[in-house]
């Protein structure tokens, strides 16, 4: 076995098989690979934090604060109040707004670090990305896109076993 293969053995890698051969290599789904990059992103940002922060001594406050900071890699347009755009799909015209991550990017970045949490040692108890705090912030991010860009998110409603029974018999 090479140092390689060990090495990724020894970190938990899901690229090699428990094959002691190596011969079958396997290669990790788009979504274990996002997951495993997003985790390891995310710990970055803990250490680099001053004092720094381990994953288990991170609270939803140190989640939303992420959030925040990846905001400046966004690629999404959002007008802010005082935009002559705001509230229209599709300005005709440039603006001085500011690009953030799109809502639904955020919300599928924290149903990965949700899960790398729980896979990494943590208890669905502490996991600060399962939080109502984060599901409230990530709500608010969402209504204030939608709102800056013009497009109403319609809330589904829920079919209650009574109407249900209603529509059925009609």
């Not at 190596?22 to 997951?35: A, F, H, I, L």
């Not at 992103?41 to 939303?64: A, M």
């Not at 953030?100 to 208890?123: F, H, K, M, P, V």
Request: proline share 8%.
């Amino acid at each position: 076995m090479s140092m390689d293969k060990g090495k990724d053995l020894a970190e938990g890698s899901s690229r090699y098989s428990g094959d002691p051969s190596g011969d079958s290599p396997v290669t990790p789904s788009r979504y274990e690979s996002q997951k495993r990059r997003d985790w390891n992103t995310f710990g970055q940002y803990l250490r680099n934090q001053s004092p720094p922060l381990s994953p288990s001594s991170c609270n939803s406050n140190h989640v939303i604060e992420f959030l925040r900071y990846l905001d400046q890699f966004g690629k999404t347009k959002v007008h802010s109040l005082d935009c002559i755009f705001y509230g229209q799909p599709e300005p005709p015209a440039p603006c001085s707004c500011p690009l953030r991550q799109a809502w639904g990017s955020l919300d599928a970045l924290i149903g990965r670090l949700r899960a790398a949490y729980e896979e990494n040692g943590g208890t669905p108890e502490t996991n600060p990305f399962a939080s109502s705090t984060i599901r409230v912030y990530l709500r608010d991010v969402k209504e204030c896109q939608a709102k800056a860009r013009g497009i109403p998110y319609k809330k589904k409603k829920k079919i209650t076993s009574q109407s249900k029974g209603d529509a059925e018999s009609n």
